[in-house]
């Protein structure tokens, strides 16, 4: 009975969650009490407890982690600037006039969003606030409109800048060192969160396309859903030509964004060193944009604090939680269930995506990224699976799942901003053709696993 307490402590975590107390006292306190019990009826040895000191300098000493609060601020102050909205006017100018263009224009705008923010949420409400009411006006089908906004939404996820990939690119570049440790190389291979930037971009621009191109088929089939605007009602009264709003519109968010990446993938600047420019540049804008002032930079650093000390307090609790999971003996207990798997690494892999995309239901990224992927990486990486394709799969995959109904993140986030004639079935109704998508997305991946690693190693060839 004694094998199975890490399930029981991983089952008390879920219970406290489902209480509803907060992620990081949850996984730290659930599993100081574990520890404790375990200590007196000696199942537990305590000495695993003095590596948290140790856990907590790394943590609070990781440059890599540096780049979260700066690429925070460089989304709050673009959401501060109101680039969405200048963005969608510029979009809708270009593509409005077009059966489906509007549709287009969201999802590119999403595009340039989710790798201005990396936020899910930020990208989806805002989104939601700026174009669901326009798009609805336009005679669009409630559902499309739904979908595609939440769907944009999400892109957060994989589309670099991606904070999501920040994370998720230092826990795999420890368990890919661990993996290989226990291989019995003992001179590592690394991996980095610019890595996982490379590797991301085609596959999220796979995805941008197959949004866009089913936008396409929807306004040619169906040309009801999704009709042209009058050139004359996307001006919105401007007396200022058509190349002069694209181009206010168009090129600061684009230059910045080129900005944050290119100095990435040339190799002029780290992930950190990059987050660091596009915090400058997003406060540039804001303040060319006339909408930086006292208040405005206030209520940003405030919610970049906030959110800085969310992900660094689940983290600490991720980093307690992950030590008593050790000391009772929870990666033996890991690596014995997948090797006695049917299919070997292939059946390993689909039960961690399984497990993934349901606690996606319950748990965000943040919570997933520290203390999911550090059980269950090691094992898979040692089985050989390459380190960029398999974190690639893993963030398209919670990608999915907070795109799913009935639990899926981005639809509650939606449903708070959205006009209450938008029912929710018409919500749950649009995203299921988004969510074949990206499933088709993971299935092609599966198949060409090269969508992911090929970019990186051109890239970083030596």
């Known amino acids: ?3 199975f307490i890490p399930l029981w402590l991983f089952a008390g975590v879920c219970v406290c969650l489902l209480f509803g107390y907060p992620v990081a006292f949850s996984l730290g306190g659930t599993a100081l009490i574990f520890a404790a019990v375990g200590s007196m009826f000696g199942t537990f040895d305590s000495v695993f407890l003095e590596a948290l000191p140790n856990r907590l300098f790394g943590i609070v000493g990781n440059e890599t982690l540096i780049a979260v609060p700066l690429f925070v601020l460089m989304g709050v102050l673009l959401e501060k600037s109101k680039l969405a909205e200048k963005l969608l006017d510029s979009m809708a100018m270009l593509f409005g006039t077009l059966r489906g263009g509007l549709g287009i224009s969201v999802i590119l705008v999403g595009m340039l969003l989710a790798a201005s923010t990396g936020i899910v949420g930020a990208t989806v409400v805002t989104m939601g606030m700026i174009s669901l009411p326009t798009m609805l006006r336009r005679g669009y089908d409630p559902a499309l409109a739904a979908g595609t906004i939440c769907a944009t939404g999400t892109l957060g996820q994989i589309i670099p800048p991606s904070i999501a990939l920040v994370l998720l690119g230092d826990v795999m570049s420890n368990a890919y060192q661990k993996a290989q440790l226990e291989m019995g190389i003992f001179s590592p291979k690394t991996i980095s969160v610019g890595d996982l930037f490379v590797g991301a971009l085609i596959p999220g621009l796979i995805l941008v396309g197959l949004y866009i191109l089913y936008v396409i088929m929807v306004a040619w089939l169906q040309p009801h859903k999704a009709p042209a605007v009058p050139r004359e009602e996307l001006r919105n009264g401007s007396n200022e030509s058509l190349a002069v709003q694209l181009f206010k519109g168009l090129v ?29 540049g997003a406060a540039l804008l804001a303040l060319g944009s006339g909408k930086l002032n006292l208040p405005t930079l206030k209520d940003a650093v405030y919610s970049t604090a906030k959110v800085t000390c969310m992900v660094f307090m ?56 520290f203390v999911v992927v550090p059980i269950v990486a090691p094992v898979l990486l040692a089985m050989g699976l390459d380190p960029v394709w398999l974190g690639i799969m893993m963030a398209i995959n919670l990608q999915t799942s907070f795109l799913t109904p009935p639990f899926g993140f981005a639809l509650f986030y939606l449903r708070g901003v959205a006009p209450p004639e938008l029912k929710t079935q018409s ?31 051109q890239v970083y060839a030596d």
Do not use: H
Request: proline share 6%.
């Open 314 to 369: 689940i983290l600490i609790g991720a980093s307690l939680f992950s030590l008593v999971f050790r000391g009772f003996g929870g990666e033996e207990l890991i690596q014995d269930f997948f090797s006695q798997l049917p299919g070997g690494v292939v059946g390993a892999m689909i039960v961690v995506m399984l497990l993934m995309f349901f606690l996606g239901f319950i748990l965000d990224f943040i919570e997933i990224t």
């Open 252 to 280: 600061p968010p684009l230059v910045l964004i080129f900005a944050v990446l290119g100095s990435i993938l040339s190799g002029i600047a780290t992930p950190t060193e990059a987050a660091g420019v596009g915090a400058l």
């Open 427 to 457: 919500i749950y109704k649009g995203v299921i053709p988004f969510i074949l998508i990206q499933v088709s997305v993971l299935i092609m991946l599966s198949i060409w696993p090269d969508l992911a690693t090929w970019l990186p190693e």
């Open 1 to 3: 009975m004694a094998e």
